[in-house]
């Protein structure tokens, strides 16, 4: 891609995600510099039209990832990830891109993957695989592994909480409720879901200060 990208000017391109601009319901895109090919970016775009002429098959990879997706940060404590309903983000490798098969399940395969249940699975069965000890190097494959909410009433409500999440990502109030909701979604006991939030909430507060 690295030919192709570009500093964004009146409003072209397609934006190209670095992990570092995702935090848990926000892409930080244009708001945050980014790093990509050894240089410092402020809002990196890639030029789709100049790709499919000149790399058509990468063009082609590129028209595959203008779908509803989830975009997964590879190195976190937490599992971080962001939606895209309109399909225009290009994922930067390593972040991870989750397409699900029908494009109207996007905010319940981001309610599972933003779900505290699934933080902890990713520290329990992979942690130290990132750069430190405590953190998780996120792959497609421990994606693939994460176990699904077993009350699809639940869930149902937890995709609708996310999704309002993402409009108001600062509102914590609506965090925490998302939170309780997807927890008891995967069946776990009020009290077990408390300490399991509380957890989360901390890491929470430590990533994105609020």
């Not at 892409?27 to 058509?56: I, K, N, Y």
């Not at 430190?132 to 994460?146: F, G, H, K, N, Q």
Request: a neutral charge.
């Amino acid at each position: 891609l690295v030919p192709f990208v570009r500093e964004r000017s009146a409003g072209d391109g397609l934006p190209l995600v670095t992990s570092g601009l995702i935090n848990p319901a926000e892409l930080r895109w244009g708001a945050t510099p980014c790093r990509f090919a050894r240089r410092r970016w402020t809002s990196p775009v890639v030029d789709a039209e100049a790709l499919r002429c000149d790399a058509p098959e990468l063009g082609a990879w590129l028209d595959a990832r203008r779908r509803p997706k989830v975009l997964v940060a590879s190195q976190t404590r937490i599992s971080e990830a962001v939606a895209d309903t309109s399909g225009r983000m290009v994922p930067s490798v390593p972040v991870v891109s989750v397409e699900p098969g029908d494009p109207r399940d996007v905010w319940r395969v981001t309610a599972a993957l933003l779900a505290p249940v699934a933080s902890a699975w990713m520290l329990h069965h992979r942690a130290g695989s990132g750069l430190s000890a405590d953190a998780v190097r996120v792959s497609a494959r421990a994606v693939t592994e994460l176990p699904l909410p077993t009350d699809r009433e639940r869930w149902d409500a937890a995709a609708g909480l996310v999704e309002r999440w993402h409009a108001e990502p600062g509102d914590a109030e609506l965090r925490r409720r998302f939170a309780l909701v997807a927890c008891t979604a995967y069946g776990l006991s009020e009290s077990a879901a408390d300490n399991l939030c509380s957890w989360w909430h901390r890491h929470i507060e430590r990533l994105t200060g609020a």
